[in-house]
């Protein structure tokens, strides 16, 4: 292993990237496409879709150009997306930036705790239905899963470092092509059930099915963020770039991974997202996973697989805010054991060993029990996705790359290609503020009807 000029050892490769990026933006925004495309349309679904696709991947590939400043190959490393805007822009954008980042971070492990609970609970009702009948009762509270959540993630955040956490990505992206395939096949078996192809070209209508006019209108526009959260990468690209070696230069291979992992990521949910919607039409469910009973087996398959996943893929998104707050709380007290004293126990079980600092161990800790506590208030998946989507997409997603792209390669005011990517800029600002508007409409109605620390399916 080769040292790097920083005095770091890195060992990421493409392939590793790439694994980190297919977690990264494979998560539970996936179980949420076809409800997304049944509230837009056979028209407007798949091309938002799209749309999201290419501006993720374009901004990415402007991001990457980045992680070094000046100079993309031979400039000075920027560990983490913040650095990147402080090199790039300065300080003044860098509490902006860091506000929404983490803000991000944190809503997704909360989504991501929700997720993993619903799918917790989705495999003990298909038991349920299997073992006593269509017409058992088998609702359950789901505040025990997320407890049990919370707990599994308290263990998994003593881990040192996002670097230490690749055979999570790995686990986690296996277990995502596992529950996308099948979700994709159970949807693929109804749709031949049925002998049609379900859906409309403009989704669901006001006046059916309970749905008022205000709510079809808030529900189109909250589909525009959970599709915008489905996409959701841009935030992490730099920390999962600061983990390649190199050569070949940084910036090449994560615009290889990036490549990679859009495009598989995005197969899926097209196929995922348009079938599922052909297969029930205008009452899709928020969460496609739960609209299936049987084959049982199959559907525990697909649930246990969403729970190891997004399991993993909080650690994707926690490790970064660890990283960061450790070393902001360390630098202001240099001298506190609190924060510094490293504390090593030996395991029973061959030479292993768990070293913590007393900072790691309690406020990591803290970290995920306020998290989980919040998770059990607000308990709306479809509703909580699409605002997070709504919030990360301009900001993170194309406002600061575009923006830090343009202040290091030195585009000129007023040039054709200063013009286009402002415009695309302005374009995602107006999605965004639509999306969030339909999403805080759709959590302000759910808050008049919903009963605090209560999640059924």
């Not at 297919?22 to 798949?46: D, R, Y």
């Not at 400039?75 to 509490?95: D, K």
Request: with cysteine.
């Amino acid at each position: 292993m080769e040292v790097e000029e920083d005095g770091r050892v890195r060992t990421g490769t493409v392939w590793t990237a790439t694994t980190h990026a297919i977690t990264a933006v494979i998560g539970s925004g996936v179980l949420a496409l076809p409800w997304s495309l049944a509230q837009m349309g056979w028209i407007m679904g798949p091309l938002a879709l799209v749309f999201f696709a290419y501006v993720t991947y374009y901004t990415a590939t402007l991001l990457t150009d980045c992680y070094r400043s000046p100079d993309p190959i031979k400039g000075r490393r920027n560990y983490t997306y913040m650095h990147v805007v402080r090199a790039c822009l300065g300080p003044r954008e860098v509490f902006v930036c860091g506000i929404a980042q983490y803000a991000i971070l944190w809503g997704c492990a909360i989504g991501y705790t929700i997720t993993a609970a619903t799918g917790m609970m989705s495999f003990k009702r298909s038991n349920c239905y299997h073992k006593n009948g269509p017409d058992a009762e088998c609702s359950s509270s789901g505040n025990w899963f997320m407890i049990i959540v919370g707990g599994i993630e308290i263990v998994l955040s003593q881990l040192p470092n996002l670097d230490k956490v690749t055979f999570l990505s790995v686990v986690a992206a296996v277990m995502a092509f596992g529950y996308s395939f099948i979700g994709l096949y159970l949807c693929s078996i109804k749709l031949a059930s049925n002998h049609e192809i379900r859906g409309s070209l403009s989704g669901v209508k006001a006046g059916i099915m309970g749905v008022s006019m205000s709510q079809r209108v808030w529900h189109a526009l909250q589909a525009l963020g959970n599709i915008a959260f489905a996409y959701t990468y841009a935030m992490l690209l730099v920390e999962i770039q600061d983990t390649l070696k190199s050569p070949p230069p940084e910036n090449k291979t994560m615009k290889r991974a990036t490549m990679y992992g859009i495009t598989i990521t995005t197969m899926f949910y097209v196929s995922l997202g348009c079938v599922g919607y052909a297969a029930f039409g205008n009452a899709t469910p928020g969460n496609v996973l739960t609209g299936f009973r049987e084959p049982f087996w199959l559907v525990d398959i697909a649930n246990l697989a969403v729970v190891i996943h997004l399991i993993g893929a909080y650690q994707l998104y926690a490790q970064p805010m660890f990283a960061f707050f450790e070393k902001w709380l360390g630098s202001k007290w240099p001298t506190a054991g609190f924060f510094h004293t490293v504390y090593t126990i030996r395991l029973p079980f061959g030479s292993c060993s768990f070293q913590f600092t007393l900072c790691k161990l309690i406020l990591r800790t803290v970290f995920v029990v306020f998290t989980t506590t919040v998770a059990m208030m607000l308990p709306f998946f479809n509703a909580i996705l699409g605002l997070l989507g709504a919030i990360a997409f301009w900001p993170l997603t194309v406002y600061f790359p575009v923006s830090m792209y343009m202040a290091q390669a030195k585009i000129k005011r007023g040039t054709r290609k200063w013009v286009v990517l402002q415009s695309l800029s302005m374009f995602a600002l107006m999605v965004s503020l639509v999306a969030a508007v339909g999403s805080v409409a759709d959590i302000g109605e759910r808050l008049r009807h919903a009963t605090l620390f209560s999640i059924t399916l």
